[in-house]
């Protein structure tokens, strides 16, 4: 990142105060979550598991939760990064209009943001799709430990989404709970997988503060998948000036006025820091005569 584009960051921040702020995977990268795609904007990992998949196969549920038995373990000691701090600033400064993000790890909440709308939901609870009833992710794991112990404790490359790379390819003995009020359920972590449509009223909801936003800044999110981009595009149709933080291509590249590659937590912090730095030349405060 050069001095620069913080400069032109910062210009653009301190122009827009009701900022509508697009957060994804990049945001996390710095926490020790990766993210899903290159530089390129392709899937970096195997894709990741899709509804349908997920709601269909039996053997495919049994290998999500056994990856993820491994996989969540880091996603739920993760620690919000530098970009999550800044934006978490930028909100008790009263910049931040709306804040929606693509990510499920609840980081920026725990940064201290609260304008927030996970718009694929929250990774760390669990919904029964038959009945509807819904626990804690860390007692389902805990449950699942406790009819699997020899699936536990094991290394693994991991995922956005808490997914992981296990060496197993058979993953027909992993055992699956069911559910304790109806008997009949599917467990699913209560998050928008790939292939599944995010529920209306939390589009509906981000929309209508674009629509009270007077410029909107997105971060670390390529925008492939439609649930994000749509917004890039209304924004557009609205003609609100947009600028991009990422590493990397995105699908809007030719929406943004201003488009910074760097990391996120770097070029945000740099851009806070120039925004509390008065102009050159601006007399801030008299130095104290010295004594003689
Ligand atoms: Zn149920």
Same mark, same amino acid.
């Given at each position: &990142? ?20 697009? #957060? ?23 894709? @990741?598991? #899709? ?9 495919? =549920? ?32 009263? =910049?931040?209009? /709306? ?29 029964? &799709?038959?009945?509807?009833? #819904? /626990? ?35 993953? $027909? ?26 529920? =209306? ?31 890039? =595009?209304?924004?557009?149709?609205? $003609? ?6 990422? &590493? ?29 730095? @008065? @102009? ?13």
């Amino acid at each position: &990142m050069s001095d620069s584009s913080a400069s032109s960051l910062a210009t653009f921040l301190s122009r827009h105060s009701r900022l509508f702020v697009l #957060t994804g995977a990049g945001m996390s990268t710095d926490s020790g979550i990766p993210d899903y795609r290159d530089q390129q904007g392709a899937w970096k990992r195997s894709p @990741p598991m #899709t509804h349908q998949t997920f709601m269909h196969s039996d053997i495919a =549920r049994r290998r999500y939760w056994a990856r993820s038995l491994v996989g969540f373990q880091a996603l739920s000691e993760a620690r919000p990064g530098r970009a999550h701090r800044a934006l978490a600033t930028l909100e008790r400064g009263g =910049r931040i209009e /709306q804040l929606v993000t693509q990510n499920v790890d609840g980081l920026h909440q725990r940064a201290g943001s609260r304008r927030v709308i996970d718009l694929h939901g929250q990774a760390d609870v669990v919904r029964c &799709m038959h009945c509807g009833a #819904t /626990q804690m992710r860390h007692a389902v794991h805990a449950a699942l430990a406790r009819i699997n112990p020899h699936w536990t404790g094991q290394e693994a490359s991991v995922g956005p989404d808490g997914d992981a790379d296990l060496a197993h390819d058979d993953f $027909g003995d992993f055992s699956l709970l069911s559910c304790a009020r109806c008997g009949d359920g599917i467990f699913k972590p209560d998050v928008v997988f790939f292939g599944d449509s995010v529920p =209306r009223s939390r589009v509906d909801a981000a929309f209508a503060a674009l629509e009270g936003a007077d410029a909107m800044l997105v971060v670390g999110s390529s925008l492939m998948v439609y649930s994000g981009y749509r917004f890039a =595009r209304r924004a557009a149709e609205l $003609g609100k000036p947009m600028a991009c933080i990422n &590493m990397g291509r995105t699908r809007a590249d030719a929406l943004f006025s201003l488009k910074v590659e760097a990391s996120a937590g770097e070029t945000l912090d740099a851009a806070l820091r120039t925004m509390a730095t @008065p @102009p050159a030349g601006e007399v801030v405060s008299q130095a104290p005569a010295a004594r003689t």
